[in-house]
């Protein structure tokens, strides 16, 4: 991979202990990379995932989202943090907020997240239990663009495994998360390097032919 004339600002929001920011930050950690993590910043006062960032050598920041009057407030005080530091690209990773149709228009194909299944099947929580429960025979992680319906939006890439007969909600989850370690990082890369475009809901490349899917499946086993 050759080093890139200008990596995008790219910033992490995060609420808890952040385990895909933890994959993020050691691929930007590569100057090849394309994506600079700039900033790492929680909505919650003392989230670990901040101490990770700043050993890490990323800059952190909180911004609080109670206390301002409201989730208005707190996306236009999170909005103004993201703006002031020239940030590009914004990426959820734990980040435990659902944000209005404001927040996400204002970054419109430069916000993206990470979500435990196969969409657009099993939106929302308890992915892993509901996908044993229905039989699934591949369950994984898919990385999207986001817009204001929950767990919805464009599909940059996909991850996917094969469900074992004697997987339990925990093993499922276990190798899940290792999927989404490795497809999260990817997929920053294509939208941070410029590769990709949008058409309605559909994510395509744009070198090569029209035809080529900008989808990726990454064995998780």
Same mark, same amino acid.
């Given at each position: ?12 929001? /995060? ?7 933890? %994959? *993020?930050?050691? @691929? +930007? #950690?590569?100057?090849?990379?394309? &994506?600079?993590?700039?900033? /790492? ?7 670990? %995932? *901040?101490?990770? @960032? +700043? #050993?890490?050598?990323?800059?952190? &920041? ?98 996917a495994i094969a469900v074992r007969d004697d997987d339990t909600e925990e093993t499922l989850a276990a190798r899940v998360l290792g999927v989404e ?16 475009r949008v058409e309605g809901m559909r994510v395509l490349r744009t070198s090569g032919t029209a035809a080529d899917p ?8």
């Amino acid at each position: 991979m050759s080093v890139p004339a200008v990596r995008r600002r790219t910033a992490i929001l /995060v609420s808890g202990r952040g385990s895909n920011m933890t %994959a *993020l930050l050691e @691929a +930007a #950690a590569d100057p090849a990379y394309p &994506a600079e993590i700039s900033v /790492v910043i929680a909505n919650k006062p003392g989230a670990p %995932a *901040l101490e990770k @960032a +700043a #050993a890490a050598g990323v800059a952190t &920041a909180t911004v609080d989202h109670r206390g301002h009057g409201g989730r208005q407030r707190f996306e236009e005080l999170l909005d103004e943090e993201l703006r002031s530091r020239d940030v590009e690209l914004v990426v959820l990773a734990g980040f435990m907020r659902i944000l209005t149709p404001w927040f996400v228009e204002r970054w419109n194909d430069r916000l993206i997240n990470i979500h435990p299944a196969l969409l657009p099947s099993f939106k929302g929580l308890d992915t892993h239990a509901r996908a044993l429960a229905e039989g699934c025979k591949l369950h994984g992680a898919t990385v999207h663009f986001v817009r204001p319906e929950m767990d919805a939006g464009p599909i940059i890439a996909q991850g996917a495994i094969a469900v074992r007969d004697d997987d339990t909600e925990e093993t499922l989850a276990a190798r899940v998360l290792g999927v989404e370690h490795a497809l999260y990082p990817r997929a920053l890369a294509l939208v941070a390097s410029g590769e990709l475009r949008v058409e309605g809901m559909r994510v395509l490349r744009t070198s090569g032919t029209a035809a080529d899917p900008a989808p990726l499946l990454v064995p998780g086993d």
